[in-house]
Antibody, heavy 118, light 110 residues
Framework: VQLLESGGGLVQPGGSLRLFCAAS????????MTWVRQAPGKGLEWVSS????????YYADSVKGRFTISRDNSKNTLYLQMHSLRAEDTAVYYC????????????WGQGTLVTVSS | QSALTQPASVSGSPGQSITISCTGT?????????ISWYQHHPDKAPKLLIF???SRPSGVSDRFFGSKFGNTASLTISGLQAEDEADYYC??????????FGGGTKLTVL
């Protein structure tokens, strides 16, 4: 199993960014997927999850209405579209594959850093 | 959704056992058995140690043991080894159909 995140970078407050997670080594369309973030010096924070088809999505209150999780099973790719970014969204964003249930993740990527600053 | 409560740090000597607690509410830990534990070494990907309270993924050492009583989950690590030094996080499904993590516990192997 490999999960490779990309799309991170420096963005101004109020800006937008789209993260990508390229998955390989497993049947992507059989598993829910999740984004988790870690702000500098802080702990892990669950951001969003989506079911195996993308029809069902879940969000943390801190990002609801600003972030959108989606997936393209034909490309084995997970996305996180982020709008109205705030300084507190600065973090390493991890893509993770669900295990037997969507609420836990058995494989994680190395993460991509998002910095929101003027 | 407030973060689950974990001790900021624990320590132990090689060969000893330690336990990390994770306290929540009846809306998360106390309400079901979708509780997980992760090990996170700096600058590495987090690793799943325990899921569904006490199940271990294939390849995870049986030195790691998960349990739950009421609104508190626990991770016990026996036979401490130097490579166990890392940050440990609990997580739980919640009644709001979200996931919540604990604040993390730094384990120091003396």
């Amino acid at each position: 199993v490999q999960l490779l995140e990309s799309g991170g970078g420096l963005v101004q407050p109020g800006g937008s960014l789209r993260l990508f997670c390229a998955a390989s080594g497993f049947n992507f369309d059989n598993y829910a997927m999740t984004w988790v973030r870690q702000a500098p010096g802080k702990g892990l924070e669950w951001v969003s999850s989506t079911g195996n088809s993308g029809a069902v999505t879940y969000y943390a209150d801190s990002v609801k209405g600003r972030f959108t999780i989606s997936r393209d099973n034909s490309k084995n790719t997970l996305y996180l579209q982020m709008h109205s970014l705030r300084a507190e969204d600065t973090a390493v964003y991890y893509c993770a594959k669900a295990g037997s249930g969507w609420s836990h993740s058995d494989y994680w990527g190395q993460g991509t850093l998002v910095t929101v600053s003027s | 959704q407030s973060a689950l409560t974990q001790p900021a740090s624990v320590s132990g000597s090689p060969g000893q056992s330690i336990t990390i607690s994770c306290t929540g509410t009846s809306s998360d830990i106390g309400g079901h058995n979708y509780i997980s534990w992760y090990q996170h070494h700096p600058d590495k990907a987090p690793k799943l140690l325990i899921f569904d309270v006490s199940s271990r993924p294939s390849g995870v050492s049986d030195r790691f043991f998960g349990s739950k009583f009421g609104n508190t989950a626990s991770l016990t690590i026996s036979g401490l080894q130097a490579e166990d030094e890392a940050d440990y996080y609990c997580s739980s499904y919640t009644s709001s159909t979200t996931v919540v993590f604990g604040g993390g516990t730094k384990l120091t192997v003396l």
